[in-house]
């Protein structure tokens, strides 16, 4: 065993020479040369010949890239036509739709006579060739109400929670959740995920944002003793299949938006949107134009901030970290040093506590933010 | 320039959706057909309509060579790439496309001409005072030609001894071991100078060519033989690094027009006569629009791209 291990040592060490010896030389032979010696790579002992080709490769793709500016649109004008990539790339916003633009994506289609839920009969306009179909002018109205539904919630601070569980949808329902800064869902619902959150979802990262959204450090004792996060708006792209995540919702008193055909029950949802939860181009500017109001009213909500406006009702339960260390339990979280400016933001807070039709108690004044990793 | 294979030439005729061939066509009269291509408006298009360019072009000249041509070639576009695959892409696109496929000879003619006849219009200018050349442009052209006159000689030289219809085109040639250069280079009938297209260049007129130059040989055989098939060495001239790097990189742009002149017969046939070729030749010269050219030449890799 000695024996065979001191070989190895012995290999190892005439190893490590040749290579302190190539490297030695490749300076020479770099500096002598036109040529540049490739560089060994002392873990593998192989050369990196790669970087070269790359870095010829990314500087020939910026070339093409600004020549395609320049001479890529030249020879003749086309006109606007459908580009599919664009629904996800650059969703329409809610002043964008139009009754052109929705029966384009198929929004009017219903399903067949046969299949029909009577409940969402207020909705339809008619019958051909046996199959329902969905008044364009309701399912505009009805989906402008639920676009101000996004941008009121985001600009209050609220997590909406954007759900398709149908194949396809999970590219629109992500760039939803990335536009309205909340979440996305396009796998199965876990089934008391609300309901049983602390089982389900009790090992998730939580964090305490000011009214920036800047991280605050030091809650992590009090963020270990609270309660799983809810969200407050769910925005779901096919109900038919997620009939236990509405039941949940309904249960905690948490509005739904949902896209309602005409064999949904409109009633599962708190805002319906009647049209065609069968095609997908439907479904994605449906996402895309409630993801861009929720981007709205983020940008509302951050605009107030810059302003010292805070649009939400300060959490109660929450004590910052050096006041929780000096035991002072009974002082309020925020102390601002401007009376004035406490003074507006009460006023402010009581405005928008008169104005709430829909206020949510219990809002963090640090709103903490709960990443669903569902 | 990354190519998209296309493994059988049939697919680019087949209709777009399938719905298309179970549902009956209504009839709808041409005039109310959706057109996705339509002819690109000019800068300062309607005096050009009104006046035509002073001093190159009359106005029924350019009307001619810009509003019925450019009109006829788009509508061909148009009626060639109806409900294919190409439908919805720009002519460059669709030229670098339909290079390499000998079925769609056509397609790529109409794109082709749309696009050199584009380029040709967008380069000149109805100025009278017309800003001179870059400073990077003018040691670059100092650099290939010696001088700005040698080029226009040469340049006019070139474009009066083609025989038959075509462009001259002013490049900038980028290629990977040498210096990059100015170069001219001349291309027959709808022949494009994009890289892309090379197939299709069309750089060459056959009567000017010798078959007993390559003894008996097709050009792939002849190019063979005269070529270095094999390496020597690691390091080296001649060595596997030297012919790994003269491989293109994917997307690369060797070639980058800037320029150029349309020598079709219809453009100054109008104007000039059948023996005033030099003299509008001599004309455009004066109508160059420097400042697109300045654009053009001034694409230069930086060191900026992707965070480097």
Redesign the interface.
């Known amino acids: 065993q000695r024996f065979l291990s001191s070989e190895i040592d012995s290999i190892e060490a005439s190893l490590q020479n040749s290579l302190k010896e190539t490297h030695s030389i490749e300076a020479y032979i770099n500096s002598a ?1 036109s ?1 540049p ?1 490739p560089p060994i790579d002392p873990d593998t002992h192989a050369t990196t ?1 790669t970087s ?2 790359s ?10 890239k ?2 395609e500016q ?10 606007p ?1 459908y ?1 599919p990539h664009t629904l996800l790339t650059n969703p329409p916003s809610p002043s964008d739709v139009t009754l052109e633009l929705l029966l384009a994506s198929g929004a009017h289609q219903g399903h067949h006579t046969s299949l029909w839920n009577p409940a969402n009969a207020r909705y339809i306009h008619g019958i051909r060739h046996g199959i329902h179909v969905i008044s364009l002018d309701v399912t505009a109205t009805h989906l402008r109400r639920a676009a101000k539904v996004v941008t009121e919630v985001t600009r209050r601070g609220g997590l909406v929670l954007f759900v398709g569980t149908r194949p396809g949808q999970d590219r629109c329902v992500v760039k939803a959740a990335q536009l309205a800064k909340g979440c996305h869902l396009f796998e199965r619902w876990i089934p008391g995920s609300i309901t049983n959150g602390q089982q389900i979802l009790g090992r998730c990262r939580t964090k305490v944002v000011n009214e920036k959204d800047e991280e605050v450090p030091g809650f992590e004792e009090q963020l270990y003793e609270r309660a799983v996060l809810k969200p407050d708006l769910v925005v779901c792209l096919n109900p038919l299949e997620n009939y236990v995540l509405l039941h949940e919702c309904g249960l905690n008193n948490i509005p739904t938006i949902g896209i309602i055909d005409t064999d949904a029950n409109p009633n599962w949802v708190t805002y319906p949107i009647p049209a065609n939860d069968d095609s997908l181009r439907c479904a994605q500017v449906i996402a895309g134009v409630l993801g861009r109001a929720g981007e709205q009213g983020q940008k509302l909500r951050l605009q107030a901030a810059e302003k010292g406006i805070i649009t939400y009702t300060p959490a109660q339960d929450l004590k910052l970290p050096d006041q929780k260390e000096a035991g002072d339990e009974s002082q309020d979280i925020l102390e601002p040093n401007d009376i004035e400016l406490l003074e507006k933001l009460l006023a402010e807070v009581k405005v928008e506590e008169a104005n709430d039709g829909k206020g949510r108690e219990g809002e963090e004044e640090q709103s903490d933010k709960q990443t669903d990793e569902n | 320039m990354i190519i998209q294979s296309l493994s059988s030439p049939q697919h680019l005729l087949r209709p777009a959706s399938r719905a298309a061939r179970c549902i009956p066509q209504l009839s709808i009269p041409p005039a109310q057909r959706r057109r996705l291509h339509s002819v690109p408006p000019l800068k300062d298009n309607n005096a050009l309509v009104k006046e035509g360019v002073p001093g190159l072009l009359s106005a029924p000249s350019f009307k001619t060579a810009w509003t019925d041509y450019q009109g006829w070639v788009v509508q061909k576009l148009n009626e060639k790439t109806a409900g294919t695959q190409l439908e919805f892409d720009d002519p460059k696109t669709v030229l670098l496309k339909t290079a390499r496929e000998p079925a769609f000879a056509a397609t790529f003619n109409y794109a082709s001409m749309a696009f050199n006849n584009h380029f040709f219009f967008k380069g000149i200018t109805r100025d009278e005072q017309i800003a001179p050349p870059s400073h990077t442009l003018t040691a670059a052209i100092d650099l290939a030609f010696s001088s700005m006159d040698t080029l226009r000689a040469e340049f006019l030289a070139t474009a009066e001894v083609m025989f038959g219809p075509g462009f001259v085109w002013l490049v900038e040639h980028q290629p990977r071991e040498s210096r990059a250069g100015l170069r001219i280079l001349a291309t027959y009938l709808a022949g494009s100078p994009l890289p892309g297209a090379h197939y299709r260049e069309q750089s060459q007129d056959l009567n000017t060519q010798d078959p007993s130059y390559l003894a008996g040989l097709s050009q792939a055989e002849y190019a063979r033989q005269t070529t270095v098939q094999n390496t020597a060495g690691v390091y080296g001239q001649h060595s596997t690094q030297r012919s790994n790097q003269s491989k293109l990189a994917l997307g690369g742009a060797e070639v980058t027009p800037l320029l150029c002149v349309n020598t079709w017969e219809h453009v100054w046939l109008g104007d000039y006569g059948v023996e005033g070729k030099r003299k509008y030749l001599e004309n455009w010269w004066d109508r160059i629009d420097w400042s697109v050219v300045n654009q053009l030449a001034s694409v230069r890799p930086t060191n900026k791209f992707m965070g480097r």
């Not at chain 1, 490769?57 to 070339?63: F, K, P």
């Not at chain 1, 320049?70 to 006109?79: A, C, D, H, P, W």
């Open positions: 040369s040529v010696v010949e070269s080709v870095d010829s490769v990314a500087r020939y793709y910026q070339i093409y600004e020549q320049l001479i890529g649109k030249i020879g003749s004008t086309v006109s036509h580009q």
